[in-house]
């Protein structure tokens, strides 16, 4: 999933959009990559083709053991084999016709890009998954070279492959390879440029191929690979309508259909079920002669270890077991210790007074001074809270989140809180943009394009604005539960998840829409690489860096000239019923309300350093936090939902989400103080 907002922003700047505007990605692309050869790899989700692309491009995208974890294409250069290629990493398809907004993206980049050699990535404990696939490339005539990667999981499951036979059978070069070891990639190196299209053609009937040969004979007369489009077409592939509205009148549009209906009128099952069967016996008739497991007795440990930690019973302790190595990690060590050196002595003790120091040496002028190491300057408080305060927390609960991501546990955790997400409206694959939203809710958001219903869509975006709190508050939180008793630490989770059940209950009766079945692919847990947990850290803390803190400088700035206007005091004096008279604040919580507004890990930075200066008690600091978590999580969200979901929803989530924030802080407020319950 998986995917964080550095990883948007590189999509954005190499690919520049596509899903559904095929047009637009062609205009957009740069004159060069268009004469260049392009190689893309495909295949089903969690097989390793974004490790194949860092390898093959230098270039790193996200890796994750969590399907989904690519949702838009990224382009990179390659010079291998001494020629310049532009290699293009899609998200995982498990069908070429598309189910989801990123299945699409896959399938358009095969459909307009004619020339297109592919890489298939599959995972050979998997191969009857990979190649139906495989067969649907075929049918678009594209040039394919199969990888079976995953060969170390593969053998310890005891499966054997002959590769000879296969590629007798395809036509096309097979390889095994390693990726995540760059074992035998130096074969894919070799075969670079070749490939045909694979000779797998299955016959669908007398009846369905005539029917397949007259919409061939009705598509454009220069359009490559018509079978398979012929195909998608009788299989009721919905999202091509767009693309046969662009190339075709609407007479021969009508007569295509009438083809389609002609031919289910005399089927009682659906054509695409019809279809898909036959692709299936295909496969099945291909496996059989190449396809061997021997023994199923390996990786019985590894298999016991994963049955525990979905266990309905079981799965708890050890869920709680890994909140609590998390709770130590992060609270302990990055907002104990690390928060400690950094603010009180690497900012407190060296940086702010030597700042202090030079300013006033410097700038003769108040005004310049309070600007940069003011109560509200840009160093003293912007740089220091967010160097000092939030690096430090998000940085272990980074390391920690990539180490959950490529262990394979997230998916696990999806499965142990199916039942729990069932009351909110959701099941399957909907909680996994869910979890992802644990690391950052703006890619989390994006992430949703892996849903196949709009309701479910909606649904993950309104609930992960609301209340998934992300790893950069989830951090200064951890470091805010260090002064508080374990009761309130359950009434802020009870409070939370409690307003998600309502919210999302209630919405998903009001939206109206389907829920899609609980099918979810769990992959094997796997040793983390830690060059890959260190590199993906190192990258999250560097989208941090560029996109969380200016925002918080900005911030800064904002009290800054609030103050300058005299406007803190008024702004306090406005929100005083609320801040105080019904959240049960001290009057100084406004401004870190204000900077809520701008990213929800600011918002609780500036409550973090009120509790440590003992400003606030156990039941405020409870209300405080239950009133920043449910906030929308920061601009950048915003504006993802805005990209998403359109202006009028996003407008309408937040509208939604700001007033019940305060309403529940409000009324946890009024509860803990009538029932007069001690934290
Ligand atoms: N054991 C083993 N793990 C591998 C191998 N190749 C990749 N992995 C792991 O498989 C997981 C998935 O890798 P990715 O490259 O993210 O897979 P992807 O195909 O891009 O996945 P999506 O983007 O979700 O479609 C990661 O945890 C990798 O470290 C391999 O050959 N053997
Ligand atoms: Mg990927």
């Known amino acids: 999933m998986s995917n964080l907002p550095f990883q948007r922003k590189k999509n954005e700047q190499e690919n520049q959009g596509r899903a559904g505007s095929m047009t637009k990605n062609r205009q957009r692309k740069t004159a060069a990559s268009e004469k260049m050869p392009r190689i893309a790899l495909v295949g089903n989700p969690n097989v390793g083709k974004s ?20 949702v838009e294409v990224t382009q990179g250069n390659s010079s291998l084999g001494g020629q310049r290629r532009v290699i ?36 050979a404990k998997n191969l009857r998954r990979g190649l139906m696939i495989t067969l649907q490339l075929a049918e678009m005539e594209k040039p394919v070279v199969l990888v079976l990667n995953m060969a170390d999981e593969a053998k310890e499951r005891g499966i054997a492959i002959d590769h000879r036979r296969l590629e007798q059978s395809l036509g096309i070069p097979v390889l095994s390879t390693i990726a995540s070891r760059r074992k035998g990639l130096d074969g894919v190196e070799k075969v670079l440029g070749e490939g045909d299209s694979p000779q797998i053609r299955p016959f669908y009937g007398a009846e369905m191929e005539e029917g397949i040969e007259a919409i061939e004979y009705l598509l454009p007369a220069e359009q490559k690979g018509k079978r398979a489009l012929a195909l998608m077409l009788l299989a009721g592939d919905e999202s091509l309508r767009d693309w046969l509205h662009c190339r075709l009148p609407d007479p021969v549009i009508q007569r295509i259909e009438e083809v389609s209906r ?128 939030v690096l430090p927390i998000v940085g272990t609960f980074f390391f920690a989140f990539g180490l959950l991501e490529d262990s394979g546990y997230l998916p696990r955790l999806a499965v142990m809180a199916n039942r729990f997400f069932r009351a909110m409206g959701l099941n399957g694959k909907a909680i996994l943009p869910m979890i992802l939203g644990l690391g950052c809710d703006t890619m989390a958001t994006l992430t949703t394009r892996i849903l196949e219903t709009k ?9 992960l604005a609301l209340g998934v709190p992300c790893s950069a508050q989830i951090g200064v939180m951890v470091g805010m539960f260090a002064a508080l008793s374990m009761k309130a630490i359950l009434v802020w989770g009870l409070v939370v998840l409690g307003s998600m059940i309502a919210v999302g209950y209630l919405a998903s009766k009001l939206i109206p829409g389907e829920r899609a079945d609980f099918l ?63 959240l049960g604040l001290p009057a100084k919580a406004t401004e870190a309300l204000l900077l809520g507004f701008l990213r929800r890990d600011y918002g609780a930075a500036g409550f973090f350093i009120m509790a440590k200066a003992g400003e606030l008690d156990s039941v405020q600091i ?44 409000g009324g946890l407020n009024y509860f803990l103080h009538f029932v007069g319950v001690s934290l």
């Open 455 to 463: 309701k479910e869509r909606i649904l993950v975006t309104l609930l």
């Open 262 to 389: 002609r031919l289910q009128s005399r089927h009682q099952e659906p054509l695409g079920f019809l279809i898909n069967r036959k692709r299936l016996d295909t496969v099945d008739q291909i496996v059989e002669g190449v396809f061997f497991q021997e023994r199923r007795d390996k990786g019985r440990t590894a298999q016991a270890i994963s049955g525990l930690t979905t266990h309905p019973v079981a799965g708890f302790p050890i869920l709680i077991l890994v909140l609590y190595a998390i709770y130590k990690w992060v609270g302990e060590f990055g907002a104990g210790l690390g928060v400690d050196f950094l603010f009180n002595v690497v900012f407190g003790k060296a940086i702010n007074p030597a700042f202090t120091r030079m300013a006033n040496y410097l700038f003769p002028w108040l005004i310049l001074r309070d600007f940069f190491v003011g109560p509200y300057g840009v160093l003293t408080m912007g740089l220091t809270y967010a160097i000092a305060i």
């Open 520 to 582: 979810m692919e769990i992959p094997p847990l796997r040793i983390p690489t830690l060059g890959n947990i260190l590199v993906k850290t190192l990258a999250r803390l560097e989208w941090f860096l560029k996109e969380a803190v200016p925002l918080f400088l900005l911030g800064t700035f904002f009290l800054f000239i609030l103050d300058r206007l005299g406007l803190i005091k008024v702004l306090q004096n406005i929100a005083e019923p609320m801040v105080v008279g019904f």
């Open 622 to 665: 409870v209300v405080s936090l239950a009133t920043i978590t449910l906030f929308v999580p920061c601009l950048a969200n915003f504006f993802m939902i805005v990209k998403e979901r359109g202006v009028g929803q996003a407008l309408a989530m937040a509208g939604f989400i700001f007033p019940f924030a305060f309403l529940v802080g």
């Open 88 to 123: 293009v990493d899609t998200p995982g398809i498990n069908n070429l016709i598309p189910m989801s907004e990123d299945e699409r993206v896959t399938r358009d980049i095969l459909l307009e890009d004619e020339d297109l050699q592919v890489i298939q990535v599959c995972d």
């Open 51 to 70: 490790v194949i692309f860092g390898w093959m491009t230098g270039q790193y995208v996200t890796v994750s053991n969590f399907p989904g974890t690519t």
